[in-house]
Structures are given as structure tokens and as C-alpha cells.
């Protein structure tokens, strides 16, 4: 089908689809194509910051981290991160958890008063409107805001000491919005936002709240110390590179991106030294082209981003400017003064301010530019569809795009509504929202509907009109026709003020209304004449709404609606966000946004579905529809992920409604997973040959490993779409590989194996025998699976096959004596099991004559414990079998043989040997397992909470790579806080009391410390801040034992890996 021919096809977000349907409503529809499921991409908005998800119920700044560039850009990804260039974590010498992030939020009166009860996920700690009367500027705002908050909280400890206990994020998203009527009422912040087609974990319900609070709250957790408020604008979302500079100590720090004279005279400007690009010359808010040109001579500029970070010192002149008075602790009688934030206070910052104020002057002021940076505004109607659009284009590349279409997004925008005829390529610059839309409406481009209740009335809508329902009262709608471009401003008989994109005062004389019939004084700005008409849905609003927005023809007509204009209740724009009522509009947005889903679940493959954040939609839909995955065909022909995404998605829904059901569904998506790993091993099959002499023993000796960063990653299905990015070390444990294999050839056709720690064994003689291996009570599970990818069993083996294991032993010259040795406890954390499976199939792969490499060593043991069920990655037995210090990556893709780049070890093993580094058993064991399904479930399903975790788990193993690289302790130490700390963050069950006990009792000569593996228990490793410390630390640990079993274990590098020996 030629391009021409393929059209935009309605749905949550944006999507391109094939062939015209009527009954596609709601459903995003993308063009097919053949890119694999595993090159989809996950959005972020910023450096490695802490962030905490707003679906999330909680106030808390957890320690996530995000970046600004998709998955798989070049840009975005350095060889090695540089620890100058990645930052995240405020450096502490042990892991505390992240401070109590306030959230205070600037909204309209109606929805400041009943935030809590609507949105009781939002991360908002505090949120009030401006106070009544004319505006009183962002600078008293911001005071304003900031002293109600600390009446509500702690109106008993003074204000600049309850501003310094923890960080304030504060974000305006009141006033009066005139360029962006829809939103108005609720705050631009609150616009929804499509789900971007290359992205992975976003929502259907996600506004642009929930896209600026990840960047934003994680800049004011990287501030400086005396730093603790961070002012942003609500209708801007910033993106950035993951490469910011570090943060200079300044009392205001202003965020700005390079940009073109004509861009930056909208906004501030901030203009620098060309010597000392971080040092503030002076600050003008929308200065001219020419002005800019002019002065872009002798100083850089940049575009102000509106993110400002302000020091306890800058609010209080902020205050005091705003008319607080700080020994009464408040304002005046009459309240905050006006005060404008960047018009009056940024003018008297630099080193050479345009503004003369001695106290504002004495401010330190510093501007940091935002690598890579994209500013996309939000502050107009048209902005909606542009910013969108240019956010959905950010790749195009079809290679990564996935399902989604790779061609140039067209500027429409259907989310959260139904509309019975699919637009044509020639309806443009369309923006729909929370709506339904009959084939009985004729329309064309440059349209906004927001909030349109179900109808089935005619109307024309001529280009750039736009409408808006708000839901007023318990059934009341207040109709709200606008052009696309209407600024709202302007006395009501000047002849330069617009409605409808004409003339105020045209728009009277063609349905000859007198201005005296207004109902408001002549000189009133027409965001205040009371225009819009407050009806129900009984009343015939066909032939009124027509009437408003198109010339009448017939006199009758004209006078009838007149009339009911002229006598109808109305208010204007600027009352409506008193009165509107946001519990029904965001009822009706959530109520669209479950319609959506069997919609886009039917059209999985041309739609985003299978990119959402499946948790969140499993959450949205569960309480009404838990039947509707049981209705959908599960997929057919189509990639493992996908699959196993539905089977979870359904395990999802049903989890309350029908656990057991939800079990089995669970179990299948695991299991198709399962399948997708093993067949790769299946393909390839085994044929042993026995390569011993009858009174040789072969033997593997290998290490285990100490994961510093990246694990996770290494996980299916997580590295299956992202590939995985894992730095470890191998070491030996007291002087020895702790890990042995021995096998032997016996005359009898059968297989014994022996464990020499647990003192047990088995003796195998037929393929059943092996094939138990998911049988956990079978006993020695790994060494059946072993024997079957060895070639032991049909599954494993090429056609025809042995009738019977006797057969093939006796083919094979003998039977098989098999002794395993794991001298370390289960559940410690170095990865045992996985190394001894891959220590096993080496000795295998050596006595058989396999001929299979490392890389095949460790994929066939990742199918290994696919086979036993407990699922896994492949970073233990890559630690053990690769030696030393390395950087583990691979690439997405069932595939995941493991790249080695190999890191200096000297620095470590100096430090091993100085007792700086140390490894201590703490005797508490905490099996994998079911932490390792939990965590997997929510790869499968998107989860952005641990999708974020993830990616930044993965981004830490590079700063940790060259952290060793260059032999730097301090970021090798800071490379292993953010790793505990990321591990808490995935798993809060990482660090239970008994551990945190032990933590608190050496935290004073800590510089670092982590536990290994999925945590929770087992070795901790521990990074001393000096060798003095260490020997404190080992001394108050031999003396404060939490258990009998807990102790210190030797640790010396290994540089060998698995090691193969014959007698």
C-alpha cells in the first residue's frame, strides 16, 4: 500500500493503521511491519536522577535513575559512562533511604479544594490556588505557596528551618491558562499526554505531570546541599542527555538549552560569560531577536527552561520581595505582594544584572546548559499537537520503532475517545480528547474537542474551531467553543480582541447581539465576559453550539438561539475553573481510557498495546472488565515477548478477581518464555563421545562472582529486548575454587551423582530419570538438566535416538560417576547454583567432546535453569567461567552470548589484599526464586517503576566499568552505593531489619556496601574506608555476631575462571 494511502486510525496516543474500519474506536492502529519485537524502547527525561513514578502512592524520592534518550540511540549511550559525566546519587558513606520530597503544586481554585479525593496517587504533598483578585506574579506564587504549605505541615517550626529539612519540588500549574482553554480548569499540568509510539512502560491515563516529575525531582535530589527548592513551570517538558555537569554551589541555578534568537525571545534568556560559560552575566525575560544578536557578541546565551534551583538564602529574598515579613512569619494584612519570579527577580541576577536590587543582587547565581536538550512547550492550544508531534518523532528509525510506524507523525491526536469515522489524512493538526465524535459531525483541521459527551448532533466546524464540554455541577456542562489560536485576551469592545478566530465584536454583530446584553461592564478582558452557556444534555444544544460558532442563516434560527444565548446561565472562562467539577472529568477520562483497552488489545498488532505499561493496565481495567484478556484470541505466529506479554497481562487482571486462574495464566507466560531460551539449546543437539581413559577423572574447579553492578539486567526477558550490562569480578574463597566437579567412567550403563557437601546421592538409569528435573524433590536438579542438554536425553539429542539411557551408555563406553562440591551455603548470593550448572556442563562439554566454546557454556546453562524452572540470567556463570574483572554486555535478542571487556585488576586486588575490600558472611539466606518472579513479572509487564530501575542499573554498570578503569576509589565507592541503592529500589525486601541491624552497627567506617546477588541475606561485600577502618570494622563484627553462622571469607582474585583438569 502506497504511503498516500495509509491512514491515521483512531486511539489512545497516535498511531498509522491499514484499511479503513467504522467499528475501530479508541484503538491506536500502527502499520505492520517486520522489525522484532525485541528492539522497542522505553522513554526517560533526564540524567541519572532518583525519581519516584506517580502512580506510585507515595512521597518518597526513591533512587531510580532515568535518562533522556531512548534505548539503543548513539548518542545516549557512551562506550563507558565517565563518573564525571554521571551523577545521580548525593554521595553518602552508607545507604540511607532518599529523603521525604515535598511536592507543591500552583492549581485552579476547583481542583486545589479536591485534589486529595481524585487523585490519591499523585504525587502532590501540598497544593493551593493563587489567592482571589488580580494575579500577583510567579515570584509571590511561589511565596505563597510555599508559606501554606508550611501552615499545613508544621506551622510550629519556623519556616527556613522547615524549608531545610527536606527538598520542595514546586510546580505552577495555576493562573489563568487563556492560550490553552481546555485545559484551564484542571491545570495544563494535567493535559494528557499520548503515549509516545517508541516508548516502553507509558500509561494511557498519563498526563504531563507525570512525564515533567521523574526529570524535575530528580535534578532538586542532585542540588547541592544548600540547595533545597526547585521552581519548574507546569506547561514545559524538558528532555536531556544523561551527561549534565556537575552542579556548581549557587544561591539560584537556572537550567537553559542553546537555541535559535527567534525561539529564545518567547522565553528568558539567560546570558553567560564566554570565559566561564557557568557564570550568570545577566538574565532578560523575552528580549528581541535583534537584543539577543546584539548581545550574543560578548556573551553566550540560553533559552531559560524555567527550572530554577534556589538556595534557603534566594527564598528568603524571595519572600521578603513577596511582602513576608520573617519575624511575624507571614504576610501583611492584605497578603502577597506581587512579584514576578522572572521579570523582576531573575532581572537582578549576574555578574552584571539589568535590575538594581542590593539584596537579590548579592544572590550567587550560576546557569547550567542541558546537554542534548529539547524544550517542548505546552502553553497554547497549538502546542498541544506540535510538542506531541515532535515528541512521537524523536525516532524514526523503522529498525527500532518496532510495531510502530516509522513514517513522520501527521499531527493527529486521538486519545481516550471514540469517534465513529476514522479521519482522513487531509483532517490535520486534530486533537481529541476525553470525546465522542459521530459520523454526523463534519470537520476538517486545526481542531481541539475535549470532553464532548456522546451525541448524535450535525454540525460543521469550520478550520481552527475548537469546543470544549466542562462537566459543571452534578449533570451541567458549560459549552465552550474557542478558535485554535484565540489568545483569551483583550477588553470585549476592543476591536483587536478575538473569539473564534474573529473579531469579538463581529462575532456580536452577526447575530446582532448589543454588547449592553453581555452582563459585564464594557471595559471586562473577555477572559472574563461571561460567554459560555451552562446547559444539560436534556436541553437541545444541536442548533445553540451551531449557532456559536457559525454565522446563523435563517432569521428564525438566529433569533431562537439567540435568545436562548442572552437568557442561558453563563459564565466565563475564568469562572469555569471555580466551578467546574474534576471529579466528573476525570471520571469520564478514566471511564474512556478503559474503553480503550479491549480495543487496542484486539488490534495488538498495529497498536502500542503490548508497550504500555501492562501493570497500570491491568490495574485500570481489573475492577470492571477482568474478563476482557479471556475474550481476545491470545496471539498467534509472533514473538516470544509478545506472547508471554498477554499470557502475564491476563495473570494481571485476574489477580484479585480469580487468583487461581491468574496462577495458571502466570505459569504459561513464564513457560513461553521458558520454551523460547530452551529451543535455541534444542536446535543445536548434543551428541556425547566419551573422551576419557576407564581410570581417568576429569575435574572443574572455578570460582564464584561478586556482582559490583548491573545485575538484573542479565534477566530474561528484560535482556531479551534491552540486552544486559553486568560488571563482576570471579574470586576465590579462602584460598580455593569453591566450586568442583568430578566425573569418572564406571562399567555399569548407569549414571550416579554424589554430592560431597550434602552427603546424598542418586543413581539415574533411564531418560525419566533425567527428565525429572523440574521435579524439585527429585533431588540433584542441575546435574539431570545437565545430563539432557548434554545429549542424555532425546529432547537434547539428534534423530533417531537411543530407546533407552542403557542404550546410549553402553554406546558410550560406560556409565557416568558424577561429584559435585559447592562449598558455600545456599542462598549466599554468589550465584552457586548457575556456576556449578555451568562448571558441570564444562566438564561435560570436556569428557563428551562437544566442542562447545564459553559463550555456548553460558547459554546453555541460562536454558538450564529455564529448564528447572527458577528462571535466572546469565551473569553468575559468566562470572565464574570468564576470569578477573570484567564488563559483561549483550546485545537484545534470544541470543545472549555475553561481549568481555576486560578491566584493570590490580587496583581490586591491592585492595583485597590491604583488608579495604572485604567479603563477610551474615549467615541470613534468602532464596531467589520467588523475589526473581516477582521482579520478572513486571519486566513482562512494563512496569515503568522497574523499568526505570532497570535501565539504570544498567547505565551504573558502565560508571562502575570505568570507575575501575581508572582506578578511582571514590567512584568506585559511589559506583557500589547506587547499586545497593538500586537493588532497594527494585526489591524492597533487599535490606530486611536483620541486615540494616548489621549496616548500622560499621556504617561509620563504611565507605561502600552492598549485598550480592538478589540480597536480602547471604555475603556482603564491604568497602572500608581506609585499611584502619576495616580492621574496626572487622573487629565490631567479630565481636557483635548477628548468628552463629556469620564471619569474614578471604577473597582473592581469580584469574583462571573455570579451570579443566584429567588425572
Not at 337 to 354: C, I, K, M, N, S
Not at 425 to 436: S, V
Not at 485 to 493: C, N, Q, S, V, Y
Not at 516 to 545: H, K, R, S
Amino acid at each position: 500500500m502506497p504511503i498516500s494511502q495509509i491512514i491515521v486510525r483512531i486511539g489512545v496516543g497516535v498511531g498509522i493503521g491499514i484499511d479503513p474500519c467504522s467499528d475501530w474506536h479508541l484503538a491506536l492502529m500502527d502499520r505492520l511491519n517486520s522489525t522484532t519485537e525485541l528492539c522497542q524502547h522505553r522513554n526517560g527525561f533526564s540524567c541519572l536522577i532518583p525519581i519516584t513514578r506517580p502512580s506510585i502512592p507515595r512521597p518518597i524520592a526513591t533512587p531510580i535513575f532515568l535518562r533522556t534518550r531512548p534505548f539503543g540511540t548513539a548518542d545516549s549511550e557512551p562506550d563507558l559512562a565517565s563518573p564525571s559525566a554521571l551523577f545521580g546519587i548525593p554521595r553518602s558513606t552508607h545507604p540511607n533511604p532518599p529523603p521525604i520530597m515535598r511536592t507543591l503544586l500552583t492549581l485552579p481554585q476547583a481542583l486545589s479544594d479536591s485534589w486529595p479525593a481524585i487523585l490519591p496517587h499523585c504525587p502532590i504533598t501540598h497544593a493551593f490556588a493563587d489567592p482571589p483578585g488580580q494575579p500577583i506574579g510567579s515570584g509571590a506564587a511561589t511565596a505563597h505557596l510555599l508559606h501554606q504549605a508550611w501552615r499545613e505541615a508544621d506551622p510550629n517550626t519556623p519556616f527556613l528551618q522547615w524549608l531545610s529539612q527536606d527538598p520542595t519540588l514546586i510546580i505552577h500549574a495555576g493562573g489563568q491558562s487563556r492560550r490553552l482553554p481546555a485545559y484551564a480548569p484542571t491545570g495544563k499540568v494535567f493535559a494528557p499526554i499520548p503515549v509516545f509510539r517508541w516508548s516502553l512502560g507509558q500509561t494511557l491515563t498519563q498526563t504531563l505531570l507525570d512525564l515533567q516529575y521523574e526529570p524535575l525531582s530528580g535534578l532538586l535530589n542532585t542540588a547541592p546541599p544548600s540547595t533545597h527548592v526547585l521552581i519548574a513551570s507546569g506547561d514545559v517538558l524538558v528532555r536531556f542527555a544523561n551527561d549534565l555537569p556537575p552542579m556548581p554551589s549557587a544561591d539560584v541555578i537556572i537550567f537553559g538549552l542553546w537555541i535559535k534568537p527567534e525561539q529564545a525571545s518567547q522565553f528568558g534568556v539567560a546570558f553567560c560569560n564566554r570565559t566561564h560559560p557557568e557564570e550568570l552575566e545577566f538574565y532578560l525575560q523575552k528580549p528581541t531577536p535583534d537584543q539577543i544578536r546584539e548581545e550574543s557578541g560578548r556573551c553566550f546565551y540560553m533559552v531559560d527552561t524555567g527550572i530554577w534551583l534556589l538556595s534557603d538564602r534566594a527564598i528568603r529574598v524571595l519572600m521578603e520581595r513577596s511582602g513576608w515579613d520573617p519575624r511575624q512569619q507571614a504576610f501583611g494584612p492584605n497578603g502577597p505582594q506581587p512579584y514576578e519570579l522572572y521579570a523582576q527577580f531573575g532581572l537582578g541576577l549576574g555578574q552584571h544584572p539589568v535590575a538594581s536590587d542590593p539584596d537579590v543582587n548579592a544572590l550567587s547565581s550560576a546557569i547550567i546548559p542541558l546537554p542534548q536538550g529539547e524544550f517542548h512547550h505546552f502553553g497554547k492550544t497549538s502546542d498541544l499537537i506540535h510538542s506531541s508531534s515532535a515528541l512521537q518523532n524523536v525516532i524514526l528509525d523503522q529498525t527500532r520503532l518496532g510495531l510502530a510506524s516509522a513514517i513522520p507523525h501527521p499531527d493527529q491526536y486521538i486519545q481516550n475517545a471514540e469517534v465513529e469515522l476514522p479521519p482522513s489524512t487531509n483532517q490535520h493538526t486534530l486533537w481529541i480528547e476525553n470525546a465522542f465524535i459521530p459520523k454526523t459531525w463534519a470537520y476538517q483541521h486545526h481542531h481541539v474537542f475535549t470532553g464532548i459527551p456522546r451525541n448524535q448532533w450535525k454540525l460543521t466546524l469550520e478550520p481552527g474551531t475548537c469546543l470544549d464540554f466542562a462537566p459543571v455541577e452534578n449533570t451541567a456542562f458549560a459549552i465552550r467553543p474557542y478558535g485554535i489560536h484565540d489568545p483569551f485576551r483583550g477588553a470585549i469592545l476592543d476591536p483587536a480582541t478575538k473569539w473564534l478566530g474573529i473579531p469579538f465584536l463581529e462575532w456580536l454583530q452577526q447575530r446582532e447581539i448589543h454588547p449592553d446584553l453581555l452582563g459585564c461592564p464594557a471595559d471586562t478582558d473577555i477572559q472574563f465576559a461571561p460567554l459560555f452557556p451552562v446547559l444539560t444534555l436534556e436541553q437541545d444544544l444541536e442548533g445553540l453550539i451551531q449557532w456559536m460558532v457559525s454565522p446563523p442563516h435563517s432569521p428564525q434560527s438566529r433569533d431562537q438561539q439567540r435568545n436562548r444565548w442572552i437568557s442561558a446561565r453563563r459564565i466565563s472562562a475564568s469562572r469555569l475553573s471555580e466551578v467546574v467539577n474534576p471529579q466528573r472529568l476525570f471520571e469520564t477520562r478514566r471511564r474512556h481510557a478503559i474503553q480503550a483497552v479491549p480495543k487496542l488489545l484486539a488490534n495488538h498488532g498495529r497498536s502500542i498495546f503490548f508497550n504500555l505499561d501492562l501493570e497500570q493496565t491491568a490495574d485500570l481495567i481489573a475492577p470492571v472488565g477482568p474478563d476482557i484478556p479471556s475474550q481476545i484470541p491470545p496471539p498467534k505466529d509472533v514473538q516470544v515477548l509478545k506472547q508471554s506479554r498477554f499470557a502475564m497481562f491476563s495473570a494481571a487482571v485476574l489477580r484479585k478477581q480469580d487468583p487461581a486462574t491468574a496462577q495458571i495464566r502466570e505459569g504459561e507466560a513464564f513457560a513461553v518464555l521458558r520454551e523460547g531460551i530452551v529451543d535455541l539449546v534444542r536446535q543445536k543437539p548434543a551428541r556425547p563421545f566419551c573422551t576419557l581413559i576407564e581410570d581417568q577423572i576429569i575435574s572443574a574447579r572455578s570460582p564464584v562472582r561478586l556482582d559490583l553492578a548491573g545485575g538484573w539486567t542479565d534477566t530474561p526477558p528484560y535482556c531479551l529486548q534491552f540486552g544486559g550490562k553486568v560488571v563482576n569480578l570471579a574470586v576465590d574463597l579462602n584460598g580455593h575454587p569453591p566450586i568442583q566437579v568430578f566425573i569418572k567412567i564406571r562399567k555399569t550403563p548407569d549414571i550416579v551423582i554424589r554430592s560431597i557437601d550434602l552427603g546424598t546421592e542418586n543413581i539415574l538409569t533411564t531418560f525419566e530419570d533425567i527428565r525429572r528435573y523440574d521435579d524439585v524433590g527429585s533431588g540433584f536438579t542441575i546435574a539431570r538438566a545437565a545430563l539432557a542438554i548434554a545429549g542424555f536425553h532425546p529432547d537434547f539429542a539428534p534423530r533417531p535416538p537411543f530407546h533407552s539411557l542403557r542404550e546410549q551408555l553402553i554406546d558410550f563406553g560406560g556409565g557416568l560417576e558424577i561429584s559435585l562440591l559447592a562449598a558455600i551455603p545456599k542462598g549466599s548470593g554468589l550465584g552457586t547454583s548457575s556456576i556449578l550448572a555451568g562448571s558441570l556442563l564444562g566438564t561435560l562439554n570436556d569428557l563428551c567432546n562437544l566442542q562447545w566454546d564459553t559463550g555456548d557454556l553460558i547459554l546453555r546453562t541460562l536454558a538450564l535453569e529455564q529448564l528447572l524452572t527458577t528462571g535466572g540470567g546469565w551473569q553468575d556463570q559468566a562470572g565464574a567461567l570468564f576470569p578477573g574483572i570484567k564488563l559483561l554486555r549483550t546485545q537484545p535478542g534470544l541470543d545472549q552470548t555475553p561481549n568481555v571487556q576486560w578491566l584493570p585488576a590490580h587496583g581490586i586486588h591491592s585492595e583485597c589484599s590491604s583488608d579495604r575490600i572485604m567479603l563477610y558472611y551474615t549467615g541470613i539466606t534468602r532464596i531467589a526464586k520467588n523475589i526473581l518472579q516477582e521482579i520478572v513479572r513486571g519486566m513482562f509487564l512494563n512496569s515503568s517503576q522497574r523499568l526505570g530501575v532497570l535501565e539504570e542499573i544498567g547505565l551504573n554498570a558502565l560508571f562502575t566499568a570505568r570507575a575501575v578503569q581508572e582506578n578511582k576509589w571514590e567512584a568506585l565507592a559511589e559506583a557500589i552505593r547506587r547499586s545497593w541503592r538500586l537493588n532497594q529500589a527494585l526489591d524492597s525486601g533487599t535490606n530486611p531489619p536483620e541486615i540494616q541491624s548489621i549496616i548500622n552497627l560499621i556504617s561509620p567506617d563504611v565507605d561502600a556496601l552492598k549485598l550480592l546477588g538478589a540480597g536480602g541475606g547471604g555475603y556482603m561485600l564491604i568497602l572500608a574506608k581506609d585499611p584502619k577502618a576495616g580492621a574496626r570494622i572487622r573487629h565490631r563484627l567479630q565481636q557483635n555476631r548477628p548468628n552463629s553462622r556469620s564471619r569474614f571469607i578471604t577473597i582473592a582474585l581469580n584469574s583462571d575462571g573455570m579451570r579443566l583438569a584429567r588425572s
